[in-house]
Structure formats: structure tokens, C-alpha cells
């Protein structure tokens, strides 16, 4: 049952079609199942999600609505960036609440899933036009592999990446660039003691840009440098595990020089399950120029014996870190493949 899941909602809280009791004069006649268009209901844009609740903005009045999902759209679930179509009370008088009656198409949709055997998805934000990959270049160290994997999403939800280092007051993060000395990603580098915002608010303008990466890498600390009214919380980060405090702990967008911010909690893994094979391939650019000419029936891996990217690597041709990114698309594939076999 449900409500067993929703011990926080209060007798306000519940949609009023839950408890209308519709007059139904001609007696055992089923109900029709049409549902109200909602064509002139007011549209905006969800800025946060908590606990079930929906903040939303108008389009037509600088206003912030609650709202919750009406009945029909709780399995479909709204993201923060979805444009939402409202209906109900949208007065904010107390005790009221607007529904979500519809959800307008999506530009793009960033997912996830739990692991990468795992093609059940989780929705982290819908209509961005880029996703920024913050990683610290200490404190927490960096992880490629996770980059590998964020670039991967990025692709297969066509958004455009930006790799964002941080912290490099603790550290000289030349050599872990030549990493993705391959790439054709803006990457912009940040210190929080002394930011500079020139080239990043560049990158951000007009756009609706998805900040990833894991706790502690200073997501929100830098969206407090961009937008200082966004008050996002900042945590430390642990100095035995080096792990983040997981701080934020929901998805939320913040108005930026003409486009949205959207700060969103660290997490531990990002899994791949939804992902096309073919889109992990071309989410690895400076790989992709070898595979193409590999034969048509070469699978890439390590066991296939005709592989461009083994000659490659002997060759020299994919740069110093060639072997490293060889051997993460590698992984990921027999990660993925592990779906498959399920
Ligand atoms: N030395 C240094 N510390 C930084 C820098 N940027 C952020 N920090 C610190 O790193 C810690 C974590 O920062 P947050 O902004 O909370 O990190 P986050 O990525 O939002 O973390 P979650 O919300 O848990 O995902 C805080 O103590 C920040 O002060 C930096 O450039 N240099
Ligand atoms: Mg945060
Ligand atoms: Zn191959």
C-alpha cells in the first residue's frame, strides 16, 4: 500500500481526486475514461522535487507553485527541468496544492540506472542542454573511469560535456589532464579561494547545464561562486575516506545569465544499463577514429584478435594515456555486456 511509503504526507497533502466522490446519478454506468484535456491550464518549469513535492515556477507570473503529480502522471514522475502543465489551486493559499496534469515533450533526458546490469531508470533531470563533469583534482582524488562514464550518459542523452577540475589550490592538475588530451571537451579549471568565472560563465550562458560528479568535489560550492543567492549547503569532506558528506541531498535548478544551473547530490556510481552499446563506442571521441576501421565483426575487446585499438596502442598513435582509455572502454563494455547475459 502506498501510503506505508508516504509517511510524511499530511491530510493537506492528499490529491483531491483521491478523495472525491464523483456523483454518478445514472447509477452502474462505468466511468468514462477521458480525462480533461488541460489545454489552458498554466505551464512552468520544475526547479526542485523533495519528498514527492514539486516546485514549480510560472511562466506567466514570477512565482513558485507546490505541486504533486496528479493520479495518471505517478508512474510517468516529472524531473526537475520538465515543463509541466498545472492544474487545481495554484493560489498557494494554505492547504492548497496544483497538480501536475501534464507533462510537455522533453528535449533530452539524463538517466540512470542502479548498476549496469540494471536497465531500470532513474531520471535525474529532463530538457538539459549540458552536462558539467566536476571532479576534484584532490579531496576526493579524481576518478577517470567515473568521467568515462559520465561522458557515456552524456552522449547517449545528447547533451554537450564540460569537464570542470576543482580544487586546484591543493594540487597541479597538468598531469591528469593529458587524460583527455584526446578530447574535443571544454575543460575549465577552478580554485575556490581565488575563481575565476570568466571562462565558465562563457561555457553556462543561455544554456541549461546538469553539474555532476561525486560528493565533495564542490558542486554547490560552485554554484554559490555563480549564483551567491542560491545558498546551496556545502559539506567537508572526510579526511580518513576522502569521501563527501553527501550534502546535497536533492536536484535542484537555479536561474543563470539567461539559462539554468542545476546542482544535483553526489552519488557513488552512475550505471550505464539504459545506454546503447553503439553510443558508449562514440562517447570514447578519440577512440572512435580507431574502431571505425576495425573489421566489421571486430568487437573491440581484448580477446578480439584484429582490433585497431591494439595497434594502435602498440603504435603509439593514441597519445600517453592511449592504453589507460583503451582499457576503460574496455571495462565498460564487459560491464555493459553483463546485461546481456542476464
Ligand atoms: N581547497 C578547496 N576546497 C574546496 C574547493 N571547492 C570546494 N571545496 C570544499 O570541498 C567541500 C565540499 O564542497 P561541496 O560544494 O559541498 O561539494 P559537492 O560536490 O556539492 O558535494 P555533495 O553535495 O555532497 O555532492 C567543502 O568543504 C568545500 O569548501 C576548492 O576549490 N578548493
Ligand atoms: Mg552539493
Ligand atoms: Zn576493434
Partial sequence: MSWLYEPELGPHDLDETDVRIRPNPKGNKPRTKKR?????????????????????????????????????????????????????????????????????????LLRRSADDSDQVERVIVANATQMM???SIANPEPRTRLVDRYLAAAFDAGLKPI????????????????????????VVLNRSDD??????????????????????????????????????ATGHVN???????????????????GGWIIDTPGIRSFGLGHIKPENLLRSFEDLYRV?????????????????????????GTLGESGAARVDSLRRLMTSLDSKHEN
Fill in 163 to 186: 569537464l570542470c577540475i576543482t580544487k586546484t589550490d591543493l594540487a597541479d592538475p597538468t598531469d591528469f589532464l593529458a587524460n583527455f588530451a584526446g578530447l574535443s571537451i571544454p
Fill in 36 to 108: 480533461p484535456d488541460h489545454k489552458s491550464a498554466p505551464l512552468g518549469m520544475v526547479l526542485g522535487v523533495d519528498l514527492g513535492r514539486y516546485r514549480v515556477l510560472l511562466d506567466d507570473e514570477p512565482r513558485m507553485v507546490n505541486a504533486t503529480l496528479a493520479k495518471e502522471m505517478r508512474k510517468a514522475g516529472a524531473a526537475v527541468g520538465d515543463r509541466v502543465a498545472l492544474a487545481g489551486d495554484t493560489s498557494e493559499t494554505e492547504g492548497t496544492l496544483a497538480r501536475i496534469v501534464r507533462i510537455e515533450p522533453r528535449s533530452s
Fill in 195 to 232: 575563481p575565476s568565472l570568466v571562462k565558465l560563465t562563457e561555457l553556462l550562458r543561455g544554456q541549461t547545464t546538469v553539474i555532476v560528479g561525486h560528493s565533495g568535489v564542490g558542486k554547490s560550492t560552485l554554484v554559490n561562486a555563480l549564483v551567491p543567492s542560491a545558498a546551496r
Fill in 133 to 135: 563533469v566536476v571532479l
Fill in 291 to 315: 574502431i571505425e576501421k576495425c573489421p566489421r565483426d571486430c568487437s573491440h575487446a581484448a580477446d578480439s584478435p584484429d582490433c585497431g585499438l591494439d595497434d594502435a596502442i602498440a603504435a
Fill in 239 to 257: 579526511a580518513v575516506t576522502g569521501r563527501g558528506r553527501q550534502t546535497s541531498t536533492s536536484v535542484r535548478a537555479i536561474a543563470f545569465d
